[in-house]
Nanobody
């Protein structure tokens, strides 16, 4: 059973940067399409970015141009580098792994952007 653990969240000032990590256990990530989602207070979960098994990357409008998704399969880890953060980026960020038909979620890591 694949398990995902996110880390790297925290409090950051507007304009700052954070890198989130998602470490997998129980399976190797190179067989999975990996994604990041976020859920702000009172809002629905929103797709942020994903990376395919062949390394193609895709970004949602919310963080396009301000984020980079990457994977280090030797470390079984996916990253989300985020920059120029804004208060409306405040959310719990979740890692997701997809190997059709199964999808797996991590528990999330909280990002708060505030001065």
């Amino acid at each position: 059973q694949l398990q995902l653990v996110e880390s790297g969240g925290g409090l950051v000032q507007p304009g700052g940067s954070l890198t989130l990590s998602c470490v997998a256990s129980g399976a190797t990530l190179d067989a999975y399409a990996m994604g990041w989602f976020r859920q702000a207070p009172g809002k629905e979960r929103e797709w942020v970015s994903c990376i395919s098994t062949v390394g193609n990357t895709y970004y949602g409008d919310s963080m396009k141009g301000r984020s980079t998704i990457s994977a280090d399969y030797a470390k079984n880890t996916v990253y989300l580098q985020m920059g120029n953060l804004r208060p409306d980026d405040t959310a719990v960020y979740y890692c997701h792994a997809l190997l059709v038909p199964n999808g797996y979620w991590g528990q999330g890591t909280r990002v708060t952007v505030s001065s």
